[in-house]
C-alpha cells in the first residue's frame, strides 16, 4: 500500500487507515485481531483510535495486539483526547488538565509509553486556544506523542492553532488535521483542505463512504444489521438518508456497473485520491467485510468518472 507524507512533517501514513471505531462493542477481540492482520498483510500501518471508541475499549483491544500481532515500531498509533463521556453524555473539554489525563489514560490502555499521532478531538469553545494547545506542546516535548494534530476544527480554527504553533519553535507543530470528507459530505473542500495545505499539514479523512451509505446497503431500506440499526450508530447514519444523497449513490452505483466494481470502492478510491488527502479512514465489523473494503487498492479512477462524480456531489 502506497504511504504519503503528512504534510512537511516526517510521517508517514499508508493511504488507507484502519479505523477502529467498532472495536469493543460491535467488533469483539477475535474479529479486531482477524482485522488487523488482513490489513498489515496488505501493507497498510496506520490505526486510528480514541478514549470515545468503546469507552477505551478499543485501546485495550490494540494494546493487546502490541507484541502478539505486530512490533510497536512498525505501526503508527493515533489517538485523541478531549471529549469527556461523563453519566452517558458527551461534552468536549479540551483544558490541559482533562487532555493530558486522557493522554496517560490512553497510554495505560494501550500498555505503550508513546502514540506515534495525538490529536484535540475537537474545538473547545469554552477553553482558551493556548491552554489546548500548551497540552499538546506538553505531550509532544515529553515524548508522550511523535506527532501532534487536530481534528473537526474549521479552516480557520485550523490555521489559527497550527499559526500559534508554528510561530515559535519551542512548540509542537502540528502535522495532521482529521475532518470528515465524502461524496456525501464535501465540506472540508470549504477552506479546510486550503487551510491544511497551506499550513503544511496533512488530511485524514474520516467517514469516507459517507457512514456507509455510498456502498449502497440503504437503497431499498435500512438492513437489520447496518450501523443504522444499531442504537448506538441511527443517529449517525440519518442525516444522509434524504433525497439529495440518494442521487449521489444512485451515481455511484451507475459508475460501479460501468466500471465493473463496487460501489464502496468507487466512493472510496473517490475520497482516496482526492486532492490535499494524505490518508482515509476505513473501519469494518469483520476481517471479510475489511478485506473487501481493500480491494479499493486495485483501482483507480478515470478522470471522466470522476469529474462526473465530482458535479453530482457539488
Keep these: 500500500m502506497e504511504k504519503r507524507r503528512a504534510g512537511s512533517s516526517g510521517l508517514e501514513l499508508s493511504r488507507l487507515g484502519l479505523g477502529t471505531m467498532t472495536w469493543g462493542r460491535d467488533t469483539d477481540e477475535i474479529e479486531a485481531a482477524d482485522q488487523c492482520r488482513a490489513y498489515l498483510d496488505a501493507g497498510g500501518n496506520f490505526l486510528d483510535t480514541s478514549p470515545t471508541y468503546g469507552d477505551g475499549d478499543s485501546e485495550r483491544l490494540i494494546g493487546g495486539l502490541i507484541s502478539t500481532l505486530f512490533k510497536r515500531e512498525e505501526v503508527v498509533i493515533a489517538s485523541k483526547a478531549g471529549i469527556n463521556l461523563n453519566e452517558n453524555a458527551r ?74 504553533q ?41 467517514a469516507p463512504l459517507g457512514r456507509g451509505v455510498l456502498t449502497g446497503k440503504y437503497r431499498n431500506g435500512i438492513p437489520s444489521d447496518s450501523r443504522a440499526a444499531a442504537p448506538h450508530f441511527a443517529k449517525q447514519v440519518e442525516p444522509y438518508l434524504d433525497d439529495h444523497s440518494a442521487r449521489i449513490v444512485e451515481a455511484v452505483v451507475v459508475a460501479a456497473q460501468g466500471l465493473g466494481f463496487s460501489p464502496l470502492e468507487i466512493a472510496l478510491a473517490w475520497v482516496r485520491d482526492a486532492p490535499g488527502i494524505t490518508t482515509a479512514l476505513v473501519g469494518a465489523r469483520t476481517g471479510a467485510q475489511l478485506r473487501g473494503i481493500l480491494k479499493s487498492e486495485e483501482i483507480e479512477l478515470p478522470s471522466i468518472v470522476r469529474s462526473a462524480l465530482d458535479d453530482v456531489s457539488f
Excluded at 495525538?118 to 489546548?132: A, Y
Design 166 to 206: 508554528q510561530s515559535n519553535s519551542m512548540k509542537a507543530p502540528l502535522s495532521c488535521a482529521q475532518n470528515e470528507y465524502s461524496l456525501l459530505n464535501r465540506d472540508a473542500e470549504n477552506e479546510i483542505l486550503d487551510a491544511a495545505e497551506n499550513c503544511g499539514l496533512g488530511f485524514i479523512a474520516w
Design 91 to 164: 461534552r468536549v473539554n479540551a483544558t490541559r488538565q482533562f487532555l493530558i489525563s486522557d493522554l496517560d489514560r490512553t497510554l495505560e490502555r494501550l500498555g505503550t509509553d508513546y502514540v506515534d499521532l495525538w490529536q484535540i478531538h475537537s474545538w473547545d469553545e469554552l477553553t482558551p486556544l493556548d491552554e489546548t494547545l500548551s497540552a499538546l506542546d506538553y505531550a509532544y516535548t515529553s515524548g508522550r506523542a511523535r506527532y501532534v494534530g487536530v481534528s473537526n476544527y474549521s479552516g480557520w480554527q485550523l490555521a489559527r492553532a497550527a499559526t500559534k
